[in-house]
């Protein structure tokens, strides 16, 4: 599992320049936050601030990231009151609680600009109780908010905006529909009744820390589509929490709260948050359970008896996560999964076409952007497919074919990143036999995505040419038609036994 994290592929190394920056951007926005003169608390809410900024904030282009940035405050600070507000009234703040968790679910139908209010939104009320905010403190928590915004986003977008340098990156928009069609208005419903499970269950368990519990099951629902995926995830939380509390009990505890070690500790968490996120969520919340074991010492509570509470705390909340997703308005994977693949697939077509244009002399066809397209979309099917490529899976057929789908997709993202490395060579010279190459790929994508109707006879296997000996672009296309030809045995074989079927 660390070996993963480690060797995961990093194009243009872009996992770990956001770690780093990020790590700088939120130090800054504490260092501001203290010299401004603002106390423990304040700055600890607007570390965190800058961590939501940096983190979920991640629309296409850099335009958008500011816009999403500048509308954090707009929705944090109406929420941080009411929470301050309503702290001494348990009844009416657990309703409002509830109803920020299923307003903020339901805000993913926006896309990447809804889940970033969504989450801030959750998170300013969580923070709130964390903190145990009242009313008399809103002023100070305003200012440090809006310090360690402006902080940190000096360095996103000015100090160190790599993204004016690359093309933007498509962010996948969750499944449409409408009413109980849309997927996240399924979710938002799931997402309240698994939270209203957690809040009354973590209350008997703390009637101080309830709010890990309904933290746990906001927290498996995010970035999540069926049933499966939020099993998963659940499932990952709870293994990264226990390893978390285990690293904490040996690290943080014996530290007591001591500010320089903690505070480079704090660093190393917040640069392992943001480096693994995309690869392990495992590893991620290892390193946000030691970041909140850290900031509990820098507060001067942290004990052996705390950590074993917020364990508790999150089997708790992973448990409300699961009862909402198999008895609430359920998402099968399957409903998902196909959705993902193909529009995966018709990502690699445009990666090849804009390609094989450019060879072929044409100033304006750039495959860049396609190809960076490409990846989050792999990224949702692995997430997709997650449920069945799982060690604990006991669908041992259905557990290969996905394994053999996600070594497919990722051989074609392979070639395709190799064919458009040489369309940018200048050199690069138009050879006749890319166009059949392309066509033969086109229809490979057409056999892979058009629609089956039962009854259908199966889909014409992909014909794959002889590989060429000299020709780099050539090369890498017949990789393609390879791992295209290849990917019909697991997609279309056996229509009455789908897929997915979770």
């Keep these: 599992m660390l070996k993963r994290v480690f060797v995961a592929p990093d194009p243009g190394r872009l996992r770990l320049r956001s770690a780093v920056r990020s790590v700088l951007g939120i130090g800054l926005a504490v260092t501001v936050c203290g010299l401004a003169g603002h106390s423990l608390v304040a700055a600890v809410i607007g570390g965190l601030a800058a961590l939501l900024a940096l983190f979920t904030v991640t629309d296409a282009t850099v335009r958008g990231q500011l816009v999403t940035t500048a509308l954090l405050p707009a929705v944090g600070f109406p929420v941080l009151a009411a929470a301050a507000v309503l702290h001494d009234h348990p009844v009416t703040r657990d309703t409002v609680f509830l109803a920020v968790v299923g307003a903020g679910v339901y805000a993913r139908r926006w896309g990447p600009r809804g889940h970033a209010l969504g ?47 690359l093309p933007p990156a498509a962010v996948p928009a969750p499944p449409g529909g409408r009413g109980l069609a849309r997927t996240t208005t399924r979710q938002a419903i799931q997402a309240t009744a698994g939270a209203t499970f957690a809040l009354v269950a973590g209350q008997l368990l703390s009637d101080q820390r309830w709010y890990w519990a309904v933290g746990a099951t906001w927290w498996i629902f995010v970035n999540t589509t069926s049933r499966g995926e939020t099993l998963v995830r659940g499932f990952r939380r709870a293994l990264g929490t226990v390893l978390g509390i285990a690293l904490g009990l040996v690290v943080a505890v014996p530290l007591h709260g001591a500010v320089v070690p903690t505070v480079a500790l704090l660093a190393v968490s917040v640069f392992g948050v943001f480096y693994t996120a995309a690869v392990s969520y495992t590893w991620m919340m290892l390193a946000v359970t030691l970041l909140a074991g850290l900031l509990y ?23 409300g996560a699961t009862l909402a997703v198999l008895c609430v308005l359920p998402v099968t994977t399957h409903a998902t999964t196909d959705a993902w693949i193909q529009r995966a697939l018709r990502c690699v077509h445009l990666c090849t076409a804009e390609a094989a244009a450019r060879l072929a002399g044409s100033e304006t066809a750039d495959p860049t952007p396609h190809v960076a397209a490409l990846e989050p979309l792999l990224s949702r099917v692995r997430l997709s497919l997650a449920p069945l490529v799982h060690p604990l899976s006991p669908l041992r057929a259905r557990k290969a074919r996905a394994r053999r789908v996600l070594a497919l997709l990722d051989d074609c993202a392979r070639e395709v990143r190799g064919l458009a490395a040489v369309a940018a060579d200048p050199e690069a010279s138009h050879d006749a036999r890319l166009t059949a190459a392309c066509r033969r790929v086109e229809a490979a994508v057409e056999a892979l995505t058009t629609p089956q109707l039962p009854g259908d006879a199966p889909a014409a296997t992909v014909s794959v040419a002889h590989p060429p000996e000299a020709e780099p672009a050539l090369m890498h296309l017949h990789g393609l038609e390879r791992a295209l030809a290849e990917l019909s045995a697991p997609l279309r074989s056996s229509p009455r036994s789908p897929l997915v079927d979770a």
């Design 119 to 165: 989450v801030f939104a959750f998170m300013t009320f969580f923070a709130a109780q964390f903190l145990h905010t009242e009313p008399g403190r809103l002023p100070e928590l305003y200012a440090a908010v809006t310090l360690a915004l402006l902080a940190s986003s000096t360095v996103r977008f000015g100090l160190w905006c790599y993204e004016r340098r």
């Design 297 to 319: 010492g820098l507060l001067g509570v942290l004990d052996p008896a705390l950590l074993a509470l917020r364990l508790a705390e999150t089997g708790v909340g992973a448990l």
